[in-house]
C-alpha cells in the first residue's frame, strides 16, 4: 500500500486528510505537527468522522519527521500563513527557518514531496537546494489552486460549469503570475463560445492574480484552506496515478527554448504531467509574445528575490 505524509495539519493538512480519507484513497496516511495536542485532538475527529460518513482508512499519527522517510508522498503544509500587512520578507525569514529544520530531519526521504509552504516557488527552490532529492520530484503547490480561481470567475460572467473550463496560469505563485489568455473549454477555445468585455477581461485577471489576498482581507486571521486542499488531493490523485491530468505546479524548470536568461535552478509554475516519480512530462502552453514577455520579467524578479533572501545569507 502506497503512503503518504502531511506534516503541518492545520486548516490545509487537515481538510487534506479529510479529503483523503473522504474519497477512500488507498493509502496509508500519516500525520505529523509540533503540536501534538491539536494533532492528536484532529486524529480524533477524523477518526469519528469516517466512521459516521462511512469511510474509514489507514490513519497514524507519525511521532517524528525521521519516519517520514519510507513515505511515497509527502505533503508539507507546515508554516505561518500571510496575514494582513505582514512584509512577504517576514514571512520568508519565518517559514525557511521552518523548512531548514524538516529537510535536515527528513535528509533520508526518495519519494515525492510537495511543498505548500509560502512563498511556494521560493520556499520549493530553497527545499531544492537543501536536500539531495532530485529535482524532478520537488514541487510547489501552485497553478492548480490559480487556475481554479481562474474557473470560479470565468463561470461568475459566463454561466458555464467551472469543470468544464480549462484556463492556465503560469510563473511565480504570487501577484505576478501570468493568467494566459488562450482558455479551453473541451477541444475547443473559450473565445469562441463567449465574448467577455474588456472590463469582464480585467475583472478575471485580478482576481486570478489577488485571489488569495482577497480571502486573507476577508477572513483576518486566516488564509485559504479549502480551495489550496483540494488543489494537493488533485495533485496525489496523479503521484499515485490513480489521475492523469495535465497540472500546474511549481517546478524547476531547468532550460526551455521559450525562455531566455532565467537561471534554470528557478522553480515556478508551469503545467506537467505527474507520476509516481514526480513530474514526467513538462507540457508547452499556448503563450502569445505579451504573455511570454510578463513572464520572463515576473521570473527575473523572483530569481532576484532568492538571490537576495536566500544566496547573500549563506545559501548555495
Known sequence: MKSVGIIG?????GTLAHMVLQHRIPVRLGLYDVN?????????????????????GNLEIVSSLEKFESFDVLVITAGRFRTPGMSR?????????????IAKKIENFKGVVVIVTNPVDLMARFFSD????????????????????????????????????RPCVIG????????????????????????????????????????GGRIIEKLKSGSAFYGPASACFRMIQNLLELQQEVLTCS?????NEMIHGIESKIFFGWPVILGKEGVKKKVNPEINTQELGELNSALLALQKE?????????GK
Open 89 to 101: 520578507a517576514d514571512l520568508l525569514k519565518e517559514n525557511s527557518e521552518i523548512l531548514q529544520s
Open 130 to 165: 537543501l536536500h539531495p532529492l532530485p529535482s524532478s520530484r520537488i514541487l510547489g503547490m501552485a497553478g492548480v489552486l490559480d487556475e481554479g480561481r481562474m474557473a470560479y470567475h470565468i463561470k461568475a460572467f459566463s454561466g458555464l460549469k467551472g469543470q468544464s473550463v
Open 172 to 211: 511565480p505563485h504570487s501577484d505576478r503570475m501570468v493568467p494566459l489568455q488562450a482558455i479551453k473549454v473541451g477541444p475547443g477555445n473559450l473565445q469562441d463560445i463567449v465574448k467577455f468585455s474588456q472590463e469582464q477581461k480585467n475583472s478575471i485577471d485580478q482576481n486570478t492574480r489577488f485571489g
Open 306 to 314: 532568492y538571490e537576495e533572501f536566500f544566496l547573500e545569507r549563506g
Open 251 to 255: 517546478i524547476q524548470m531547468g532550460t
Open 9 to 13: 495539519v492545520g486548516q490545509i493538512g
Open 36 to 56: 501534538e495536542d491539536a494533532l492528536q485532538g484532529k486524529v480524533w475527529d477524523l477518526e469519528e468522522a469516517s466512521i459516521i460518513g462511512k469511510f474509514e
